[in-house]
T-cell receptor, first 114, second 115 residues
Framework: AQTVTQSQPEMSVQEAETVTLSCTYD???????LFWYKQPPSRQMILVIR??????QNATENRFSVNFQKAAKSFSLKISDSQLGDAAMYFC???????????FGTGTRLTIIP | NAGVTQTPKFQVLKTGQSMTLQCAQD?????MSWYRQDPGMGLRLIHY???????DQGEVPNGYNVSRSTTEDFPLRLLSAAPSQTSVYFC??????????????FGQGTRLTVV
């Protein structure tokens, strides 16, 4: 079974600074997908960024980028120029190829300091 | 686009009561699932369905039933509520293309308290 580990229950960052959230996973599969979801106080789950394991290039979405290290099974999220609206719980998630089931980490609560 | 609609948003139940959490999607997605979110545990899969008439158990299925009579609807039934089922419940759907990188769309969640 796959597992996803987020070792930072809470993080904080000054507004406009950069922060990196960590995620590691364990799997025996060679082809899979990784996701970062954001959950603001509204409870809505919002997809931030996704990465296909077969792609070596790290995914980027505006201020959000990932550092995907397949051999190390690491998938960190970097948020640049942090904004107050980035304050939320962030979940890392894994999905095997051809399998729609998501396995989530325990989440990291990010606080933005004005 | 309504996306994934969950009702109710909040519910308080007494121990032993039954209820159904409703989930509907209008995106013609084949795959639907239910998760529960508990503090410090992330989201855990309760049940899922890969199409109408097909359901299967996830990681934490005990105490819950599901059915999928239509593509659009995937209700979650609590047969006899217990305090351990106090949680936030999410319904999600995605297009099962077999590729795996399709986005999962989530409902707004239901905060359930069992007293």
């Amino acid at each position: 079974a796959q597992t996803v580990t987020q070792s930072q229950p809470e993080m904080s960052v000054q507004e406009a600074e950069t922060v990196t959230l960590s995620c590691t996973y364990d799997t025996s599969e060679s082809d899979y997908y990784l996701f970062w979801y954001k959950q603001p106080p509204s409870r809505q789950m919002i997809l931030v960024i996704r990465q296909e394991a077969y792609k070596q290039q790290n995914a980027t979405e505006n201020r959000f980028s990932v550092n995907f290290q397949k051999a190390a099974k690491s998938f960190s999220l970097k948020i640049s120029d942090s904004q107050l609206g980035d304050a939320a719980m962030y979940f890392c998630a894994y999905r095997g190829r051809g399998n729609e089931k998501l396995t989530f980490g325990t989440g990291t609560r990010l606080t933005i300091i004005p | 686009n309504a996306g994934v609609t969950q009702t109710p948003k909040f519910q308080v139940l007494k121990t032993g009561q039954s209820m159904t959490l409703q989930c509907a999607q209008d995106m013609n997605h084949e795959y639907m699932s239910w998760y529960r979110q508990d503090p410090g545990m992330g989201l855990r899969l309760i049940h899922y369905s890969v199409g109408a008439g097909i359901t299967d158990q996830g990681e934490v299925p005990n105490g819950y039933n599901v059915s999928r009579s239509t593509t659009e609807d995937f209700p979650l039934r609590l047969l006899s509520a217990a305090p351990s089922q106090t949680s936030v419940y999410f319904c999600a759907s995605s297009s099962s293309t077999g590729v795996g990188n399709t986005e999962a769309f989530f409902g707004q969640g239901t905060r359930l308290t069992v007293v």
